[in-house]
Nanobody, 127 residues
Framework: QVQLVESGGELVQAGGSLRLSCKAS????????VGWFRQAPGKDREFVAC????????FYADSMKARSTISRDYAKNTVILQMNSLKPEDTAVYYC????????????????????WGQGTQVTVSS
């Protein structure tokens, strides 16, 4: 069982930046693909970014590609999502999710493939 705890969400003005953290409670952190998803009120959950277990590959939603960076710190069992140039439409609850894999290069954009989820952290961008 893996527990994920997100932090870093807050109210920020448009154009600002936020650094979201996802800390995992596993000693085999490199065996998990980690993704960030978000859900705005009245909308479906959507993919934001993910990083492979090896950390060698990252993937982003088109809307976030030029404005965000996902990275992982194996020593701290943490995945970071750095978001810049935030827009009001980025307002949502952001969730961290993990998917077990024995393949370090595995990745997925599909929320249904992730078996472990955090409780979410609220990001609000004011105009």
């Amino acid at each position: 069982q893996v527990q994920l705890v997100e932090s870093g969400g807050e109210l920020v003005q448009a154009g600002g930046s936020l650094r979201l953290s996802c800390k995992a409670s596993t000693r085999t952190f490199s065996n998990y693909v980690v993704g960030w998803f978000r859900q705005a009120p009245g909308k479906d959950r959507e993919f934001v970014a993910c990083i492979t277990g090896s950390g060698g590959s990252t993937f982003y939603a088109d809307s976030m590609k030029a404005r965000s960076t996902i990275s992982r710190d194996y020593a701290k069992n943490t995945v970071i999502l750095q978001m810049n140039s935030l827009k009001p439409e980025d307002t949502a609850v952001y969730y961290c999710a993990a998917k077990y894999t024995s393949i370090g290069t595995m990745w997925s954009l599909d929320a249904n493939e992730y078996g472990y989820w955090g409780q979410g952290t609220q990001v609000t961008v004011s105009s």
